[in-house]
């Protein structure tokens, strides 16, 4: 299943922002238990007939027609996100170890667990999950605890990645890139500030079908909790009411919920305010200077994009020679200074050109940041209720 | 001469219990006559296949999932039941479905309505040369992706839109077309409207324009003459064309995604949300397929049945 | 009823006029200069070839063309611009344009049912109409149900349920095979004998119209050749297209030699003198170019030497062919100078051997000088 609102204009991605929950049976599960076998097998059956629909599509825009060729000897096969390829950084990667890489690109953090739970995905070495999505494939068993000691530079990293909840200690993942969520909206236009929630509550009168949000419950919910004060993550069934019934009353203010696609109207101004992960509002704003990124004072969701092997992976050296081109300040200054990605390396965001260092929507004050929150597995029971509540909002 | 004497005895060594046949039966066509269910088989085979594993398959799949009640990926599967459907009756759930047969009715009713005067003209009225070339004009827009037609749709419909500057050049006052319901209507209805215009073009151009004169004939009006020769002719086309607009409609997901607004949550969102979003309860989004599926199969069954007793007619 | 109807209608001199219609379709002119009165209670037939223009002169009465120039009236009212669903006509469709989705029943009641009639009425008139064309019993069926003989009865009873003044009928017959179209012949004129309504029919079928009607007007590409009773059609033909369209004849080109009183001479190319009756048809010079039609029926065939009666035109000639049509004996026979002729003759003597040198003779009065 390809989320068809994929724009191919800008580097937008969505880490886990189309579609982030995660259901914690997936950790509990057991696939050993014979009597499940049958319909495990059934299932990974139907992940395989969708991802032969999805892949067909993929295949078209990989960087490299022989990907998935690779795997042994001095070659690397890399599944990464459709807008991570980037082919001056292959090349370098190259140049450097002699490895040659190639790519297989997903779009969504379902579709390529899809892939490598269904077997399909053999051929790599090296996986691009986002944080939620480490926690769960590690409980499935997919990926390779990582040797620490083959890996140059992780005490480098910043003090939140060090050891993070989605993966204790690093033992699975190293952190590629993060980034938050929060408003993009021209101040001019708008004609006031927005600092966080509040200030959109309070002036609703005057945001009548001018705001969009992201399309994904648990963004959405998530950042109107913090704003009560809450956790990200919250599990009282009474403070999460409380936050949906906040954005229903908020809701003849919201035009839509929209991941992609409110660029354009917020660029001309038909929306005053669009909920936005840091990373796309970066794009747009390159070319209207007139926006700014606000991440709301009270705090939002942090989300990181790692790079894991999978169990399967046929290059291990390899696979540790990418980690350690990315965990290296030299070579990854560059990429962030090109892409304008947030790093989670220390010593990589100390050689940044000063503008990038005091890009604010790309590296927020350490005091804003210090609120936010990843969003984590909610049981069951939970994601049935905010699944309920966005039915229910989306269909007033 | 030699070479005729030899085939004759081929023919007459390998048929040896039959009746002698002329010499230009060929033995290929011998071959068939004993396995005559072979070719159909033959021919049949891709398209079976293809059906069986695509379609058939993954339906059946479907169906077991959807009888897990709460069934979501990786789970340890629950005992069967039927709790997943008892969940669509829960009104939340109604109101979606609701608003989906409505999305697809009233696109359909726009198609008609829009699409049998242009078919009109196109088959009955317009000079024959340029048929061709008006009936391209409305399968063109189907070259593109449905993806970018509906972006397309947020240049003209959104306020500072294409639409609203038109309407202030008119000196009309500037309407909110965008993310609401009319945005799904005009959006949906350009996506379909080429089904409409073509299957009723193809069932008017069949048209028997002498009833049309008979019914004149007989003292009947103009629109007399449409309303009980011409609709009740073409109603076969006119049923399978409205059909094929309602099933698009009904799970088309673009543009209620796109132009909709906050409220238009349709059942293939909410299929989409189950099976990708936050609580991935691929039960209940199964039962939801389903549910499609179902209204969907109910729609070609009596697509079938009445195209069937029209076609008795005729 | 019907028959009180056509009383009523009796005092008026036409029921169909044609006023110097032309018709053209683009460039091409389907019907031209064409001036036609049709009386009441006629049985009117407009015949000839395909591409005529007969069918679009009855779609120019029923109101499905409108004339280019010209008019159209029926009834003494001036219906050239009136559609036709308010004209007071009706008509029989060529393969008969039943409808498929009504059954017999509703089909014949559609025009009584636009007119808003009573139901009772409705059922009566449907009843009799059906009645009146062998169908009762038949009501619930579809039209596909039908055999050809049974739909062109369902379009008749149609078109006859709502008493139209004048009722078209557009090659009835034409889609029957030959017995069928015998039987609905007669009934046809079984039928306008008893309703006394005015019949316009349109066929390339001679012999249909010949049987069937009271006057007789025989189009070619586009204008009327001659308009007349069938015996007037066929026994004075103006033309040499209706002479040869209408039956068989034997037609002789040549000019006019000399005059003598009544008759005149012609010669043909070969050089075959021809004597026939003078008519208006020569303007009085020499040598003005005229045909001469002779039925073969009129001409008489015999032995050489039973030779030398009163008849004009005597010539020797030798028999090439033979055709044994039953009562009817169909000799060729080729004329010293090489015409050939055909002749028309009783099944009564003993057939002449084929070579056989023979005479034949017919009088002055028994060729027509026609224009050439």
């Known amino acids: 299943m390809v989320h068809p609102h994929k724009r191919s204009r800008t580097i937008a991605r969505a880490p886990k922002k189309v579609f982030s929950g995660l259901s914690s049976s997936g950790l509990s599960c057991s696939l050993d238990v014979s009597t499940t076998r049958r319909r495990f097998l059934t299932l990974s059956a139907i992940s395989a007939s969708s991802l032969l629909l999805a892949n067909c599509a993929r295949q078209i825009g990989a960087s490299d027609p022989s990907a998935n060729s690779g795997g042994e000897g001095d070659s690397l096969s890399v599944y990464s996100w459709v807008n991570y390829s980037d082919p001056t950084l292959l090349k370098t990667f190259a140049e450097k170890t002699g490895i040659k890489p190639t790519v297989d690109t997903y779009d969504s953090n379902e579709a390529m667990l899809a892939k490598v739970q269904a077997g399909g995905g053999q051929n790599y070495s090296i996986l691009f999950p986002s944080d939620y999505m480490v926690t769960q494939m590690v409980a499935l068993g997919l990926l390779q605890p990582l040797d620490l000691t083959k890996l140059v530079g992780l005490d480098q990293l910043m003090d939140q990645w060090k050891s993070p909840v989605y993966d204790p200690g690093n033992a699975h993942s190293i952190p590629a890139t993060w980034g938050t969520t929060g408003f993009v909206y021209d101040p001019t236009r708008l004609g006031f500030e927005i600092k966080g929630w509040d200030d959109l509550f309070a002036n609703q009168a005057k945001l009548e079908r001018k705001v969009t949000l992201l399309n994904d419950v648990r963004e959405v919910l998530g950042s109107v909790l913090k704003a009560q004060g809450d956790s990200l993550n919250a599990t009282d069934p009474v403070k999460v009411k409380a936050a949906y019934e906040k954005l229903a009353a908020f809701k003849p203010a919201i035009a839509n919920f929209l991941t992609n696609g409110w660029e354009d109207q917020l660029a001309s101004g038909d929306i005053l305010i669009s909920m936005a992960y840091s990373s796309d509002a970066q794009v747009l704003m390159a070319e209207q200077p007139n926006l700014v990124y606000v991440l709301p004072e009270s705090g939002s969701s942090l989300w990181t994009d790692t790079i894991a092997i999978p169990k399967t992976a046929p290059n291990l050296d390899a696979a540790y020679a990418w980690m350690n081109f990315f965990l290296n300040p030299e070579t990854s200054k560059e990429l962030v200074t090109r892409r304008r990605f947030a790093t989670p390396n220390k010593a990589t965001y100390a050689k940044l050109p000063k503008a990038i260092q005091e890009n604010r929507t790309l590296f927020p004050l350490e005091t804003v940041l210090a609120k936010c929150e990843g969003i984590a597995p909610l049981t069951d029971a939970l994601a049935q209720t905010y699944d309920q509540y966005w039915t229910q909002l989306t269909s007033a | 001469m030699d070479a005729v004497y030899r085939m004759q005895d081929f023919q007459d060594s390998v048929k040896c219990d039959r009746p002698p046949r002329l010499p230009q039966d060929r033995p290929v066509l011998r071959y068939r006559a004993r396995m005559p269910w072979l070719q159909p088989l033959l021919l049949l085979a891709p398209a079976g296949l293809w059906l069986v594993l695509l379609l058939v398959f993954p339906t059946l799949l479907l169906l077991e999932l959807s009888l897990i009640p709460d069934f979501r990926l990786g789970q340890v599967p629950g005992a069967y039941g039927v709790g997943n459907y008892l969940t669509l009756l829960d009104p939340l759930y109604l109101k979606v479905v609701g608003r989906s047969l409505f999305y697809a009715c009233g696109t359909t009713l726009l198609c008609l309505l829009l699409g049998f005067p242009v078919s009109y003209w196109i088959a009955l009225l317009a000079p024959r040369r340029w048929r061709s070339l008006l009936l391209l004009g409305f399968v063109l827009p189907l070259w593109t992706s449905s993806l970018l037609r509906a972006y397309a749709w947020i240049t003209i419909l959104r306020p500072s839109g294409v639409l609203n500057s038109f309407l202030g050049w008119l000196h009309l006052p500037g309407q909110t077309w965008l993310n609401s319901t009319p945005a799904i209507f005009i959006g949906m209805t350009y996506s379909f409207l080429p089904y409409m215009v073509l299957i009723l073009y193809a069932t008017l151009e069949k048209l028997d324009r002498r009833l049309l004169e008979a019914a004149a004939d007989l003292g009947a009006k103009p629109s007399q003459t449409f309303w009980q020769v011409t609709v009740p002719q073409t109603l076969p086309g006119i049923v399978a064309a409205g059909l094929l607009v309602f099933i698009s409609a009904l799970g088309d997901f673009v543009v209620p995604d796109l132009l909709g607004g906050s409220s238009s949550m349709t059942v293939p969102r909410l299929v989409y949300q189950q099976f990708l979003g936050a609580t991935r309860n691929w039960g209940l989004g199964s039962s939801l397929s389903l549910l499609l599926i179902g209204a969907v199969g109910v729609g070609i069954w009596l697509l079938l049945r009445f195209g069937d007793r029209q076609s008795d007619a005729l | ?372």
């Not at chain 3, 009441?40 to 004339?67: D, V």
């Not at chain 3, 469709?93 to 636009?114: C, D, I, M, P, T």
């Not at chain 3, 007037?232 to 034997?250: K, L, R, S, W």
């Not at chain 3, 049509?325 to 055909?342: D, K, S, V, Y």
């Open chain 3, 1 to 372: 009823m019907e028959q009180t109807l056509a009383a009523v209608r009796t005092d008026l001199a036409f029921d169909i006029e044609l006023q110097t219609v032309l018709k053209t379709f683009g460039d091409e002119a389907a019907v031209q200069d064409l001036t036609l009165q049709i009386r009441p209670g006629e049985f009117f037939s407009i015949l000839g070839p395909s591409g005529c223009g007969k069918t679009t002169t009855l779609r120019l009465i029923a109101g499905f063309e409108t004339p280019t120039a010209g008019s159209v009236c029926i009834q003494g009212q001036d219906m050239t611009q009136v559609p036709p669903y308010q004209r007071p006509v009706n008509t029989v469709f060529q393969s008969y344009a039943l409808f498929r989705h009504l059954n017999v029943w509703e089909n014949v009641a559609f025009g009584l049912k636009l007119q808003k009639l009573p139901r009772e009425e409705v059922r009566s008139r449907v009843a009799t109409a059906l009645e009146q064309v062998k169908l009762d019993g038949f009501a619930k069926r579809t039209p596909a149900q039908l055999s050809g003989g049974q739909q062109q009865r369902v379009a008749l009873a149609r078109a006859l349920v709502n008493r139209p003044a004048v009722l078209l009928l557009d090659e009835p017959l034409g889609a029957l095979d030959l017995k069928l179209r015998k039987e609905m012949q007669l009934e046809l004129a079984h039928l306008h004998r008893s309703l006394g309504l005015t019949f316009v029919m349109v066929t390339h079928d001679q012999e249909e119209a010949l049987s069937l009607s009271d006057r007789i007007a025989v189009m070619n590409q586009g204008r009327l050749e001659q308009m007349g009773t069938p015996s007037q059609i066929y026994e004075e033909p103006e033309t040499a297209f209706v002479a040869d369209f209408i039956g068989d004849t034997n037609l002789l080109r040549g000019r006019v030699s000399h005059s003598n009183g009544s008759t005149v001479q012609l010669v043909t190319e070969a050089g075959l003198p021809v004597w026939t009756d003078r008519r208006s048809e020569w303007n009085g010079t020499l040598p003005q170019k005229l045909v001469v039609s002779i039925r073969p029926e009129k001409i008489r065939v015999s032995q050489l030497e039973a030779a030398g009666h009163d008849a004009h035109n005597c010539y020797a000639g030798r028999l090439r062919q033979v055709m044994y049509l039953g009562p009817n004996i169909q000799f060729q026979i080729e004329l010293a100078t090489g015409e050939h002729l055909t002749v028309l003759q009783p099944n009564r003597a003993r057939l002449p051997a084929l070579d056989t040198e023979v005479q034949v003779s017919w009088s002055a009065g028994d060729g027509r000088a026609l224009v050439a």
